[in-house]
């Protein structure tokens, strides 16, 4: 069956802190995989998003994830977290063909202590 | 372009009556879709369209739940008989067909509470 999941349910940081979120998936064939972001009272937002090619991957804010093929994952890491990263993040992946619709993980909230 | 656009942003409504939920997509894409979320889990594929034409439906959708895109621009999602368990955020979503694979652009949903 497809799924992502996504092992931490809420990561509390302080400033300054590094941040990895894990992200493992089950999806036969070749896939895309993104990372969302849902900042509070806000829509979900695409943060970044990888397709083919140089598997690390960067987004907005100085995030970036690297796609592990032989690991099925595509973890999500800042250097150096801030206050304004509190959101809830989410993995999510899909099919190679366009009528591959995309799955999410459950998500991960992040708090950071100023 | 202003984005994904949905309506309203919340709703509350009894048990048993029904509710209907829009959805207004970027004009270009073609492609149109609705989750839903539940507190602390990640949104769910229910169904999705293109063009006017409805091309998948998850199991989650059952037969009280009913979408349409009559003419392949704005959708709507009713649910009849609402029942607690469908309190959650529907979230709508959209993309162009060939570039979907590029992710989605969301809506900032519609909260429902059934009471």
């Known amino acids: 069956a497809q799924s992502v999941s996504q092992h931490n349910h809420h990561v509390i940081l302080s400033e300054a802190a590094s941040l990895e979120l894990g992200c493992n998936y089950s999806y036969g064939g070749t896939v895309n995989l993104f990372w969302y972001v849902q900042y509070p009272g806000q829509h979900l937002q695409l943060l970044l998003k990888y397709f083919s090619g140089d598997p690390l991957v960067k987004g907005i804010k100085g995030f970036e994830a690297e796609f592990i093929k032989s690991k099925f994952s595509f973890n999500l890491r800042k250097p150096s977290v801030q206050w304004s990263d509190t959101a809830e993040y989410f993995c999510?992946?899909?099919?190679?063909?366009?009528?591959?619709?995309?799955?999410f993980g459950s998500g991960t909230r992040l708090s950071i202590r100023p | 372009d202003t984005g994904v656009s949905q309506n309203p942003r919340h709703k509350i409504t009894k048990r048993g009556q029904n509710v209907t939920f829009r959805c207004d997509p970027i004009?270009?894409?073609?492609?149109l879709y609705w989750y839903r979320q539940t507190l602390g889990q990640g949104p769910e594929f229910l169904t999705y369209f293109q063009n006017e034409a409805q091309l998948e439906k998850s199991r989650l959708l059952s037969d009280r739940f009913s979408a349409e895109r009559p003419k392949g621009s704005f959708s709507t999602l009713e649910i009849q008989r609402t029942e607690q368990g469908d309190s959650a955020m529907y979230l709508c979503?959209?993309?162009?067909?060939?570039?979907?694979?590029?992710?989605?652009?969301f809506g900032s949903g519609t909260r429902l509470t059934v009471v």
């Open positions: 979503a959209s993309s162009f067909e060939g570039r979907t694979n590029y992710g989605y652009t």
């Open positions: 999510a992946v899909t099919g190679y063909s366009s009528a591959s619709k995309i799955i």
């Open positions: 004009s270009e894409h073609n492609r």
